[in-house]
């Protein structure tokens, strides 16, 4: 923060106003938002290899989704380590909210545990173990925001599973649908010929976000 840049000389490119004109560090609203932050930047530091975190910028973008939506209800999948499950903590601490997020490898697992237990985020995150194909068949609706992070070829799954909970007016984020488009040649199908369904690609860093909204 309060990092100096040379001026530019010309217009920026939308990644240097992303990576260097805007702020990159969350902005904490009060001490356990800190605590949260501090966390989230330990991790950034310290555990992202091999965790296939979202970005900062995607993150920051979750948040604020999530908060315009008034969401009390936020469903992931794929929580690795609890990285973008931080970011949503930070949105339903303010929207009187809830995350589920769920998990099937026991490594990442027992990671997201001691991250969400040193974040004081406990009673904000319930992390559901296994395989979510199985785990979400029981889970209730409305769901607010849904954020799709596992792998995939299970996209359309849980699509398929998910979107009768998701209500109207909610939010489906499905991470990476630019950087491994490859690999949802059959999610984008599924979305857009579904006219209850409008969608946006937001491509805040080379990852992408398709975000969904449920129209009716
Ligand atoms: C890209 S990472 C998620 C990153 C995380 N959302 C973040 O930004 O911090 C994908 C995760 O999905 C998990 N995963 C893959 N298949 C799964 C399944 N069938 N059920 C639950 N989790 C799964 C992987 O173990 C991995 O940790």
Redesign the pocket.
């Known amino acids: 923060a309060g990092e100096s840049k040379p001026p530019l000389n010309r217009f920026p490119t939308a990644e240097e106003i992303s990576r260097q004109i805007l702020p990159q560090h969350p902005k904490a609203r009060d001490a356990a938002e800190q605590k949260i932050i501090d966390v989230m930047d330990d991790m950034v530091a310290n555990q992202a290899r091999g965790?296939?975190?979202?970005s900062p910028e995607d993150g920051r973008m979750m948040r604020m989704l999530t908060e315009s939506v008034k969401a009390k209800k936020v469903v992931?999948?794929?929580?690795?380590?609890?990285?973008?499950a931080l970011w949503f903590s930070l949105a339903v601490r303010s929207t009187g909210g809830k995350v589920i997020t769920?998990?099937?490898?026991p490594t990442?697992i027992k990671m997201a545990k001691a991250n969400f237990e040193r974040a004081r985020v406990k009673e904000l995150i319930t992390l559901v173990e296994g395989?979510?194909?199985q785990t979400i068949r029981n889970l209730d609706g409305p769901i607010d925001v849904l954020l799709l992070?596992?792998?995939k070829e299970?996209f359309v799954d849980y699509l398929n599973q998910l979107l009768p909970k998701v209500r109207v007016g909610g939010l489906i984020i499905a991470h990476d649908s630019s950087g491994q488009a490859d690999q949802l040649t059959d999610y984008f199908p599924a979305i857009i010929n579904n006219d209850d369904l409008e969608s946006v690609l937001i491509d805040a860093s080379k990852w992408g976000m398709c975000i969904t909204r449920k129209m009716r």
């Open positions: 965790m296939g975190n979202i992931e999948l794929g929580t690795s380590n609890g990285y973008s769920h998990e099937i490898d990442r395989d979510a194909h992070d596992a792998e299970g």
